[in-house]
């Protein structure tokens, strides 16, 4: 966990938002992977009527404003940088089918940071994407 995280991010650095229940306390995370320059990007649910996924970046303090206050972790050790932006311009351009067990916005963002792969669409996040 990086403290007071959300002051000074890294780009590769997980942030973790509270999802809505009604009931005090964390019960569940949205994630999002910080890119730089103030953005992250993350996998949202599109509709009931449609199995695919929003892909979006939204800028860091409209996510905060809208979301609530975030848990940020950072890897250990850094990340490859290249790869990571690599990862997500081939993510901003594919369709992600949404699944809420097999394929959300924590497969998702684990797939970014090449901790994880997503089926269909998504294999060409894992770590080896050419540059």
């Not at 097999?102 to 269909?120: E, M, Y």
Request: charged share 20%; proline share 8%; hydrophobic share 40%.
């Amino acid at each position: 966990m990086v403290p007071n995280g959300v002051a000074e991010p890294q780009p590769g650095d997980l942030f973790l938002f509270p999802l809505v229940s009604g009931r005090p306390g964390w019960w569940g995370a949205h994630a999002g992977i910080y890119c730089g320059d103030g953005e992250i990007i993350h996998l949202e649910y599109s509709s009931e009527t449609s199995p695919l996924g929003v892909v979006a970046k939204h800028s860091k303090s409209h996510l905060l404003r809208t979301r609530g206050p975030a848990k940020v972790l950072r890897r250990k050790g850094g990340l490859d940088v290249a790869a990571l932006q690599r990862r997500i311009r081939v993510a901003m351009d594919q369709p992600v089918e949404y699944n809420t067990i097999t394929c959300n916005c924590v497969h998702f963002a684990l797939a970014l940071l090449g901790l994880g792969h997503l089926a269909g669409a998504m294999k060409l996040l894992s770590s080896d994407v050419p540059p």
